[in-house]
Every structure is written in C-alpha cells, then in structure tokens.
C-alpha cells in the first residue's frame, strides 16, 4: 500500500521548521546529560543536509579534546553509548528486520478471531522462520493484539495497518537549511 502525504502534512514533518524543532529537541536531551544526543544529533544533521549548530559543534569539539586529551578513553564512552555484545547486536538486527512481518502475521490471526497459544506461535515462527523467541517478544510488546479478537456485532469491520512511515525522506539537490539564528 502507498500513502501520498499531502504537501502540508510533508512540511509539518519534514520542512525546516520541522526539523530545526528537532534539532532543539536533541540539544535539550543533550543539556540534560544523554550523550548519545549528539551522535543522534551528528546523523540528523548529514542526513537532513543540516549545518551543524553551536552547540552541536561545541560538544563534538569537547568530545575530540576528550579522545585527545585521554579524558575519553572510547567513542563508546564519549557518545554515552552501552556497550553490548556482537550477538546482542545481531540478534536486535535480526528481529528489527522481521518485526513488521512478525506483527502482520500476529495480528492477522488475532483478527481471525484466533487465541494465542504455544501452538500458534510456534506456527507463526516456522512460517516466517524465525525463533519462536522472536515472535513471542514482538506479541508481548503489542498489547493492543489482546484486544483485537473481543466479540463485537459481526457487521463491524476490522482493519488494522501495520507500517512504518519513513522518518525523513533524504533531501537531494535541496538547499541547506537556514540557520536557527537568523
């Protein structure tokens, strides 16, 4: 399914007003303590053709002084990111990529009036395959599929839309935005 999102709708999410508003949002997080704002912050900026604010300049600044200095030992530390294992990583990557399908199918049976047993998530694994670990974390993560199957008049019609919209669409040939300051 395609969705064409209006021409106002499109600005207020991803017009420059937009998108100075969330680079304020990061710079706030980053005031107050989270680090990992100002990698975010870094991806946003190269992503949406940002210039990259003061603060933000200021705070990648300190963070090279820090590496440099040695008062920073790791990217990890200076980003404020926690460190996991390779196999934590991949396994988050694994399910991210099949979180969409996982949930369809979820919801797909729920819809059908289906109850969840061991069964059925058992089932729901071996169709997509993928662990049964997997499918069970994605149904615990979406309580609205509890109450999808209540009894309700037959003349009701279900719908459910799972989907993701994209975060930004990526800006080719777009002039870079203004800055806040001006």
């Given at each position: ?5 209006s ?6 999410m991803?017009?420059?007003?937009a ?63 926690k460190l ?24 797909q049976?729920?819809?059908?009036g ?45 719908c ?7 975060i ?15």
């Amino acid at each position: 399914m395609t969705v064409n999102l209006s021409k106002r709708v499109q600005e207020a999410m991803w017009g420059d007003d937009a998108l100075l508003a969330q680079l304020e949002h990061l710079e706030q997080l980053y005031l107050a303590g989270d680090k990992t704002a100002v990698w975010a912050a870094i991806d946003f900026c190269g992503h949406a053709q940002l210039v990259m604010p003061d603060w933000l300049r200021d705070a990648v600044s300190a963070i090279t002084h820090g590496l440099r200095s040695g008062a920073l030992r790791t990217f990890d530390e200076a980003f404020g990111v926690k460190l996991v294992s390779k196999a934590t990583r991949k396994r988050a990557h694994a399910l991210e990529n099949k979180r969409l399908s996982i949930l369809n199918a979820l919801a797909q049976h729920r819809l059908k009036g289906g109850a969840f047993t061991t069964l059925d998530f058992d089932r729901i694994a071996e169709e997509l395959q993928v662990p049964r670990n997997h499918v069970v974390e994605v149904y615990e993560a979406h309580p609205f599929l509890i109450d999808l199957s209540k009894d309700e008049p037959a003349t009701d019609i279900k719908c459910l839309i799972i989907g993701q919209l994209p975060i930004m669409p990526k800006r080719h040939g777009r002039p870079i935005v203004r800055d806040s300051g001006e």
